[in-house]
């Protein structure tokens, strides 16, 4: 039960994330937007459309914590652990993105490399996060040791 409460969890956060997405470009371009319009128009309605887009966003955080759990699993090491994250996000943003018309076939390398620039900038910001941490424990037990 514990699992599908983390999951959905990290459900909303990427639907969150994706809202907040949203409402940045739609500042930027000076109009609400509830995606790019050629994907709202091949949809029956505006809100079926914007209706996917959520569940879609939503799925960027099940695919990242599914993903991300091969970093708990003490025989995977980090490298592996990464490359599974970053493929299987990068899969499944490849296809919401083409699906959603954010970018085509032809424009798909560009947006596979900004997306893996953006991983690595989020991923080493949470590395660095991290690893301060486990050096405050580790310093916590040191002292702790010293003083029994």
Known sequence: MKKIGNLLVSFLIGVGIGSLVELIVSFFIGKITIGVPEYVM???????AHFKSLMLYGGYGIVGTLSGSFYDKEKTSLLASTVINLASLLIY??????????????TLIQAIIVFTINF?????IIYFIEKKNIEKINKKLSNKKETE
């Open 93 to 106: 943003h490849s296809f919401v993105g083409l699906y959603l018309k954010w970018f085509n076939l032809n």
């Open 42 to 48: 091949s949809q029956t309605s505006p809100v079926l």
């Open 120 to 124: 690595f900038i989020i991923w080493s």
